[in-house]
């Protein structure tokens, strides 16, 4: 998978922003990301401190671009945009404040074409992450919400290989009929990107009525809005998880569906459902999971758990970059 997305990055040259410059993992993974000339990073913090902290882990961050938000040259036509940006929400010296830190900084950077992509939250929460993003990035045309998925790989020796993506197991709480909407089909467009043809499967309790119940409606419908949007899009529900991905049991309880039996996306009613069974694919299933992806933004930006390591920076680097 990754060596594809490093393929895209090598014909279109991108500058990524890391908002957590001093942290070791970032600088681990900003070496690496060096190394391979496919991504250009770009740190945030003090140039003192984050070349004493590269030099402290033995990592090489010669020639990389390291800005200090406290001394850079352009802070008032950025504190300017962002007050445009923010349209009264704001004023100059609360932009200003927000603008010292590395998350609205960094944001700031991608909104002003510095930087292509940005991925944070390694010290920073995830609403930390998504909040500059939503005010200062915004939602793509059409959308209006923002949503999240996983991409899940299993590529063990001890077992099948496999790629699916699951969504929103992050983001969206309790989805509505419209969000779903929104998710699935941006759900199903990063699919593309990762090389998968999307086949997306609306989960429920209920199999095309089996079941009964606002959660089953909700599912039902949305499906039906997707169908009606994308008419080109292969999406189908609603189906519990069994008649979604096994061929015999497809043939038993939907033979006549599309996508029942070798559906590939998954989406899920609600971030309960959603959270659990990606945890279950990493954990039983064997599945490696990578995300949370943010979707429906006017530009790539990812946030990292606070628990990652420096492989993690590194593969969600790659991935950030690649939807651009």
Do not use: H, W
């Amino acid at each position: 998978m990754f060596e594809n997305l490093i393929d895209v990055l090598k014909e279109n040259p991108r500058k990524i922003v890391f908002t957590e410059g001093p942290d070791a993992r970032i600088l681990e993974a900003s070496d690496r990301l060096k190394k391979g000339g496919f991504l250009t990073p770009i740190l945030i913090g003090n140039v003192e401190e984050v070349q004493a902290a590269a030099k402290a882990g033995g990592f090489d961050n010669e020639g990389l671009e390291i800005i200090d938000p406290t001394t850079y040259p352009e802070m008032d036509e950025m504190v300017a945009k962002m007050v445009e940006l923010r349209k009264g929400k704001m004023d100059e010296a609360q932009c200003r404040a927000a603008l010292a830190k590395g998350n609205y900084f960094g944001t700031m950077l991608v909104k002003m074409g510095k930087a292509d992509a940005l991925l944070g939250g390694a010290t920073y929460s995830t609403a930390d992450t998504v909040r500059p993003a939503l005010q200062l990035i915004k939602t793509k045309p059409g959308n209006k919400s923002v949503s999240s998925c996983f991409i899940m790989v299993r590529e063990k020796e001890d077992a099948e290989p496999g790629m699916c993506i699951m969504a929103d197991c992050a983001i969206i709480i309790d989805p509505s009929e419209d969000e779903l909407v929104e998710c699935a089909i941006e759900t199903a467009k990063t699919a593309k990107v990762f090389g998968m043809d999307p086949k997306v499967a609306m989960l429920s309790y209920s199999t095309k009525g089996s079941g009964k119940g606002d959660t089953v409606d909700k599912m039902r419908n949305a499906t039906e809005k997707v169908k009606a949007a994308c008419p080109d899009l292969a999406i189908d529900g609603e189906f519990q998880f069994d008649a979604a991905v096994s061929p015999v049991v497809a043939k038993t309880k939907c033979p006549d569906s599309p996508v029942a039996g070798k559906a590939n996306v998954f989406l899920f009613p609600n971030i309960n459902a959603g959270n659990i069974g990606y945890k279950i694919a990493q954990r039983l299933g064997g599945f490696d999971a990578y995300g949370p992806v943010l979707q429906g933004l006017n530009a790539p930006i990812n946030d990292l758990s606070r628990g990652c390591n420096a492989d993690e920076v590194y593969t969600m680097a790659i991935i950030t970059a690649a939807l651009k």
